[in-house]
Protein backbone atom coordinates (compact mmCIF):
# COMPACT_ATOMS: atom_id res chain seq x y z
CA UNK A 1 0.00 0.00 0.00
CA UNK A 2 1.12 3.35 -0.81
CA UNK A 3 2.15 5.76 1.82
CA UNK A 4 -0.43 8.53 2.09
CA UNK A 5 1.47 12.00 1.60
CA UNK A 6 0.04 15.40 3.24
CA UNK A 7 -1.19 17.64 1.37
CA UNK A 8 -0.26 21.61 1.32
CA UNK A 9 -3.18 22.22 4.04
CA UNK A 10 -1.94 19.60 6.45
CA UNK A 11 1.58 20.48 6.10
CA UNK A 12 1.06 24.56 6.99
CA UNK A 13 -0.71 23.16 9.96
CA UNK A 14 1.59 21.15 11.44
CA UNK A 15 4.60 23.47 10.86
CA UNK A 16 1.72 26.34 12.80
CA UNK A 17 1.74 23.75 15.69
CA UNK A 18 5.51 23.76 15.82
CA UNK A 19 5.76 27.08 16.17
CA UNK A 20 3.57 27.72 18.68
CA UNK A 21 5.23 25.04 20.59
CA UNK A 22 8.66 26.88 20.12
CA UNK A 23 7.00 30.25 21.03
CA UNK A 24 4.23 29.37 24.22
CA UNK A 25 5.83 29.78 27.81
CA UNK A 26 4.18 29.25 30.48
CA UNK A 27 3.55 33.13 32.39
CA UNK A 28 3.07 31.29 35.59
CA UNK A 29 6.92 31.06 36.08
CA UNK A 30 7.32 34.78 34.88
CA UNK A 31 8.49 37.31 37.59
CA UNK A 32 6.38 39.81 38.53
CA UNK A 33 8.73 42.59 38.60
CA UNK A 34 8.26 45.02 34.88
CA UNK A 35 10.95 45.79 33.08
CA UNK A 36 11.67 47.75 29.81
CA UNK A 37 13.12 46.46 26.68
CA UNK A 38 14.43 47.29 23.29
CA UNK A 39 13.36 45.23 20.34
CA UNK A 40 17.11 44.20 18.85
CA UNK A 41 14.95 42.14 16.21
CA UNK A 42 12.40 39.49 15.61
CA UNK A 43 12.42 35.97 14.13
CA UNK A 44 9.67 33.85 13.10
CA UNK A 45 6.91 34.51 16.17
CA UNK A 46 9.79 35.80 19.02
CA UNK A 47 11.81 38.65 19.31
CA UNK A 48 15.40 39.37 20.57
CA UNK A 49 15.31 42.27 23.15
CA UNK A 50 17.82 43.83 25.52
CA UNK A 51 17.33 44.65 28.84
CA UNK A 52 18.38 48.29 30.60
CA UNK A 53 21.40 46.98 31.65
CA UNK A 54 22.35 45.04 27.79
CA UNK A 55 21.26 41.75 28.40
CA UNK A 56 19.50 39.98 25.59
CA UNK A 57 16.72 37.68 25.68
CA UNK A 58 14.77 35.55 23.62
CA UNK A 59 11.46 36.43 24.06
CA UNK A 60 7.76 35.12 23.48
CA UNK A 61 4.89 37.92 22.29
CA UNK A 62 1.64 38.03 24.35
CA UNK A 63 -1.21 37.16 21.92
CA UNK A 64 -2.97 40.74 20.63
CA UNK A 65 0.59 42.66 20.02
CA UNK A 66 0.62 42.22 16.79
CA UNK A 67 4.24 42.36 14.79
CA UNK A 68 7.19 44.21 16.63
CA UNK A 69 9.75 45.14 15.01
CA UNK A 70 13.96 46.63 15.32
CA UNK A 71 13.56 49.93 17.47
CA UNK A 72 10.54 48.77 19.32
CA UNK A 73 10.43 49.63 22.95
CA UNK A 74 7.81 47.14 25.00
CA UNK A 75 7.73 46.04 28.44
CA UNK A 76 8.55 42.31 29.48
CA UNK A 77 8.62 39.71 32.55
CA UNK A 78 11.82 37.43 32.59
CA UNK A 79 11.51 33.53 32.85
CA UNK A 80 14.25 33.62 36.20
CA UNK A 81 17.26 32.01 35.75
CA UNK A 82 17.05 31.74 32.10
CA UNK A 83 17.42 34.08 29.09
CA UNK A 84 13.77 33.88 28.12
CA UNK A 85 10.83 36.32 29.02
CA UNK A 86 7.53 37.46 27.48
CA UNK A 87 7.03 40.86 25.76
CA UNK A 88 3.42 41.76 27.31
CA UNK A 89 3.34 45.87 26.35
CA UNK A 90 4.34 47.92 23.47
CA UNK A 91 5.57 50.89 24.07
CA UNK A 92 4.19 54.39 22.27
CA UNK A 93 5.53 54.28 18.68
CA UNK A 94 7.22 57.29 16.73
CA UNK A 95 8.68 57.60 13.23
CA UNK A 96 7.61 54.55 11.80
CA UNK A 97 9.09 53.01 8.66
CA UNK A 98 6.99 51.26 6.47
CA UNK A 99 6.74 50.00 3.32
CA UNK A 100 3.73 48.72 1.41
CA UNK A 101 2.45 45.03 1.80
CA UNK A 102 0.25 42.39 0.04
CA UNK A 103 -3.50 44.19 -0.57
CA UNK A 104 -1.72 47.55 0.16
CA UNK A 105 -1.09 46.81 3.98
CA UNK A 106 1.62 48.74 5.82
CA UNK A 107 4.23 46.15 6.37
CA UNK A 108 6.47 47.85 9.58
CA UNK A 109 9.87 47.70 9.31
CA UNK A 110 11.62 49.79 12.30
CA UNK A 111 10.03 52.07 14.15
CA UNK A 112 11.37 55.02 16.66
CA UNK A 113 13.45 56.53 13.85
CA UNK A 114 15.06 59.83 14.53
CA UNK A 115 16.46 60.36 11.01
CA UNK A 116 16.94 58.43 7.10
CA UNK A 117 19.89 59.09 5.75
CA UNK A 118 20.25 59.07 2.06
CA UNK A 119 23.49 57.58 0.81
CA UNK A 120 24.63 59.39 -2.17
CA UNK A 121 27.80 58.45 -3.93
CA UNK A 122 30.22 60.71 -5.73
CA UNK A 123 30.52 57.88 -8.38
CA UNK A 124 28.68 56.36 -9.91
CA UNK A 125 27.20 59.92 -9.29
CA UNK A 126 24.34 62.10 -7.79
CA UNK A 127 21.38 61.82 -9.02
CA UNK A 128 18.90 64.58 -7.50
CA UNK A 129 16.01 62.62 -9.01
CA UNK A 130 16.34 59.65 -6.44
CA UNK A 131 17.33 62.08 -3.61
CA UNK A 132 13.75 63.80 -4.27
CA UNK A 133 12.03 59.58 -4.50
CA UNK A 134 13.56 59.63 -0.79
CA UNK A 135 12.66 62.87 0.49
CA UNK A 136 9.30 62.21 -0.40
CA UNK A 137 8.90 58.94 0.99
CA UNK A 138 10.41 60.31 3.86
CA UNK A 139 8.04 63.33 4.08
CA UNK A 140 5.09 60.57 3.63
CA UNK A 141 6.06 58.87 6.77
CA UNK A 142 6.88 62.22 8.57
CA UNK A 143 10.31 61.05 9.24
CA UNK A 144 13.73 64.11 9.60
CA UNK A 145 16.61 63.01 6.50
CA UNK A 146 19.80 63.73 6.39
CA UNK A 147 22.13 63.63 3.04
CA UNK A 148 25.44 61.65 3.20
CA UNK A 149 27.58 62.67 0.30
CA UNK A 150 29.58 59.12 -0.16
CA UNK A 151 32.57 58.25 -1.71
CA UNK A 152 34.52 61.99 -1.23
CA UNK A 153 38.03 60.57 -1.17
CA UNK A 154 37.57 59.67 -5.15
CA UNK A 155 36.84 63.99 -5.55
CA UNK A 156 40.33 65.17 -6.69
CA UNK A 157 39.82 68.81 -7.46
CA UNK A 158 37.73 71.76 -6.39
CA UNK A 159 35.97 71.59 -9.72
CA UNK A 160 34.37 68.66 -8.85
CA UNK A 161 33.43 69.47 -5.50
CA UNK A 162 32.01 72.45 -7.08
CA UNK A 163 29.81 70.27 -9.43
CA UNK A 164 28.63 68.25 -6.39
CA UNK A 165 28.16 71.43 -4.47
CA UNK A 166 25.89 72.99 -7.21
CA UNK A 167 23.38 69.71 -7.36
CA UNK A 168 22.78 69.82 -3.69
CA UNK A 169 22.16 73.57 -3.70
CA UNK A 170 18.64 73.23 -3.78
CA UNK A 171 18.45 70.59 -0.48
CA UNK A 172 21.21 73.14 1.35
CA UNK A 173 18.59 76.05 0.27
CA UNK A 174 15.70 73.18 1.96
CA UNK A 175 18.08 73.17 5.28
CA UNK A 176 18.34 69.57 4.82
CA UNK A 177 21.58 68.44 6.53
CA UNK A 178 24.30 67.32 4.42
CA UNK A 179 27.36 65.57 5.39
CA UNK A 180 30.34 64.43 3.01
CA UNK A 181 31.83 61.06 4.04
CA UNK A 182 34.36 58.50 3.27
CA UNK A 183 35.08 54.80 3.92
CA UNK A 184 38.51 54.56 2.66
CA UNK A 185 40.08 57.86 3.23
CA UNK A 186 37.58 57.60 6.98
CA UNK A 187 36.78 61.53 6.04
CA UNK A 188 33.99 63.11 7.27
CA UNK A 189 33.13 59.58 9.40
CA UNK A 190 33.85 61.57 12.70
CA UNK A 191 31.31 64.38 12.08
CA UNK A 192 28.48 61.24 11.23
CA UNK A 193 29.17 59.52 14.16
CA UNK A 194 28.72 63.24 16.27
CA UNK A 195 25.23 63.61 13.73
CA UNK A 196 24.30 59.92 14.96
CA UNK A 197 25.17 59.82 18.32
CA UNK A 198 21.83 59.08 20.72
CA UNK A 199 20.01 58.59 17.40
CA UNK A 200 17.96 55.61 15.76
CA UNK A 201 19.03 56.08 12.77
CA UNK A 202 18.45 54.28 8.93
CA UNK A 203 20.57 54.31 5.81
CA UNK A 204 18.80 54.44 2.64
CA UNK A 205 20.75 54.49 -1.17
CA UNK A 206 21.01 52.96 -4.35
CA UNK A 207 23.04 50.10 -5.27
CA UNK A 208 26.56 50.90 -5.73
CA UNK A 209 25.92 53.72 -3.22
CA UNK A 210 28.55 52.25 -1.03
CA UNK A 211 26.12 51.67 2.34
CA UNK A 212 27.30 48.41 3.47
CA UNK A 213 30.96 49.95 3.33
CA UNK A 214 29.98 52.97 5.00
CA UNK A 215 28.03 50.59 7.67
CA UNK A 216 31.64 48.30 8.14
CA UNK A 217 33.18 51.91 8.91
CA UNK A 218 30.77 52.71 11.45
CA UNK A 219 30.68 49.49 13.32
CA UNK A 220 34.02 47.94 12.79
CA UNK A 221 33.22 44.88 14.34
CA UNK A 222 30.04 44.24 12.36
CA UNK A 223 30.47 40.54 11.56
CA UNK A 224 31.48 39.53 14.85
CA UNK A 225 27.93 41.08 16.22
CA UNK A 226 26.28 39.04 13.19
CA UNK A 227 27.39 35.71 14.07
CA UNK A 228 26.03 36.51 18.12
CA UNK A 229 23.06 37.31 16.56
CA UNK A 230 22.81 34.09 14.53
CA UNK A 231 23.97 32.41 17.99
CA UNK A 232 21.18 34.31 19.81
CA UNK A 233 18.19 33.32 17.28
CA UNK A 234 19.59 30.64 16.07
CA UNK A 235 19.30 31.49 12.22
CA UNK A 236 21.85 31.25 9.71
CA UNK A 237 23.78 34.97 9.03
CA UNK A 238 21.82 35.79 6.23
CA UNK A 239 18.59 34.01 7.17
CA UNK A 240 16.76 36.84 8.48
CA UNK A 241 14.93 39.38 6.07
CA UNK A 242 13.89 41.49 9.11
CA UNK A 243 15.24 44.53 10.11
CA UNK A 244 18.37 44.66 13.03
CA UNK A 245 19.15 47.25 15.07
CA UNK A 246 22.89 47.63 15.50
CA UNK A 247 24.72 49.54 18.71
CA UNK A 248 27.06 52.16 17.26
CA UNK A 249 30.15 52.59 19.24
CA UNK A 250 30.72 55.50 21.62
CA UNK A 251 31.98 58.30 20.33
CA UNK A 252 34.87 58.72 23.27
CA UNK A 253 35.57 54.71 23.65
CA UNK A 254 33.50 54.89 26.63
CA UNK A 255 30.88 52.21 28.12
CA UNK A 256 28.00 53.71 26.50
CA UNK A 257 26.40 53.14 23.06
CA UNK A 258 27.27 56.34 20.52
CA UNK A 259 23.68 55.98 19.09
CA UNK A 260 21.80 52.93 17.07
CA UNK A 261 22.03 51.57 13.66
CA UNK A 262 19.45 49.90 12.11
CA UNK A 263 19.75 47.58 9.18
CA UNK A 264 16.91 46.41 7.02
CA UNK A 265 16.29 44.36 3.40
CA UNK A 266 13.56 46.41 4.05
CA UNK A 267 14.52 49.28 2.73
CA UNK A 268 15.88 48.41 -0.70
CA UNK A 269 11.81 48.72 -1.33
CA UNK A 270 11.64 52.72 0.02
CA UNK A 271 9.73 54.77 -2.43
CA UNK A 272 7.21 56.80 -2.49
CA UNK A 273 3.55 55.62 -1.82
CA UNK A 274 1.64 57.19 -5.12
CA UNK A 275 -0.26 60.24 -4.20
CA UNK A 276 -2.75 63.03 -5.43
CA UNK A 277 -1.21 66.20 -6.92
CA UNK A 278 -2.67 67.80 -3.95
CA UNK A 279 -0.60 66.02 -1.11
CA UNK A 280 2.44 65.47 -4.22
CA UNK A 281 2.91 69.12 -3.58
CA UNK A 282 2.88 69.50 0.27
CA UNK A 283 6.16 66.97 0.21
CA UNK A 284 7.91 69.60 -1.93
CA UNK A 285 8.67 72.26 0.76
CA UNK A 286 10.17 74.65 -1.74
CA UNK A 287 6.96 75.08 -3.66
CA UNK A 288 4.84 76.17 -0.43
CA UNK A 289 5.57 79.66 -1.33
CA UNK A 290 3.97 79.72 -4.92
CA UNK A 291 1.19 76.98 -4.03
CA UNK A 292 -2.28 78.75 -4.44
CA UNK A 293 -1.07 81.54 -6.84
CA UNK A 294 -1.24 79.89 -10.36
CA UNK A 295 -4.09 80.97 -12.36
CA UNK A 296 -6.04 77.77 -12.98
CA UNK A 297 -7.09 76.14 -9.25
CA UNK A 298 -6.89 72.70 -10.70
CA UNK A 299 -3.38 73.35 -12.06
CA UNK A 300 -1.24 70.36 -12.57
CA UNK A 301 1.85 72.89 -13.09
CA UNK A 302 2.37 71.46 -16.64
CA UNK A 303 0.65 72.97 -19.78
CA UNK A 304 -1.40 75.73 -18.08
CA UNK A 305 -0.52 79.01 -18.73
CA UNK A 306 0.31 81.64 -15.39
CA UNK A 307 1.36 78.87 -13.32
CA UNK A 308 2.91 80.02 -10.52
CA UNK A 309 5.51 76.78 -10.43
CA UNK A 310 6.58 77.49 -13.53
CA UNK A 311 7.53 80.53 -13.32
CA UNK A 312 9.40 80.17 -9.86
CA UNK A 313 11.28 77.65 -11.82
CA UNK A 314 12.38 80.15 -14.75
CA UNK A 315 13.10 83.07 -12.31
CA UNK A 316 15.54 80.40 -10.24
CA UNK A 317 13.54 80.52 -7.41
CA UNK A 318 12.58 76.54 -7.93
CA UNK A 319 15.00 74.36 -9.30
CA UNK A 320 15.00 72.94 -12.95
CA UNK A 321 15.81 69.81 -11.38
CA UNK A 322 13.28 69.48 -8.38
CA UNK A 323 10.44 70.81 -11.21
CA UNK A 324 11.17 67.83 -13.43
CA UNK A 325 11.62 65.42 -10.64
CA UNK A 326 8.11 66.15 -9.52
CA UNK A 327 6.47 66.18 -13.20
CA UNK A 328 8.08 62.81 -13.11
CA UNK A 329 6.42 61.14 -10.11
CA UNK A 330 2.69 62.82 -10.54
CA UNK A 331 3.15 60.87 -14.25
CA UNK A 332 4.32 57.89 -12.37
CA UNK A 333 1.34 57.81 -9.88
CA UNK A 334 -1.20 58.82 -12.90
CA UNK A 335 -0.07 55.88 -14.65
CA UNK A 336 -0.56 53.37 -11.63
CA UNK A 337 -3.56 54.56 -10.89
CA UNK A 338 -4.83 54.57 -14.58
Given at each position: ?54 E ?19 V ?16 A ?22 F ?26 D ?78 D ?19 T ?38 L ?58
Amino acid sequence: MAKRRLNKKQIARIQEKRQATQTLIDESQLSDEQQKGLIITSFGKRVLLENQSGEQFSCAIRQGLGKLVAGDEVVWQEVPNTNEGVVTQLLARHHELSRPGFRGQKRMIASNIDFIGIVMPVVPGIHPDMIDRYLVAASQLDIPVIIIINKVDLLSSDEEWEMVAELLHPYAEMGIEILPASSVSEEGLRELREFMDQKNSVLVGASGAGKSSLINALIPDLDIRVGELSEATGLGKHTTTNSILYHLPSLDNGTTHGGNLIDSPGVRQFSPNPCSLTELETHYPDFAPFLGQCKYNNCTHSIEPHCAIKQAVEDDEIALSRYESFRRLLEEFENESS
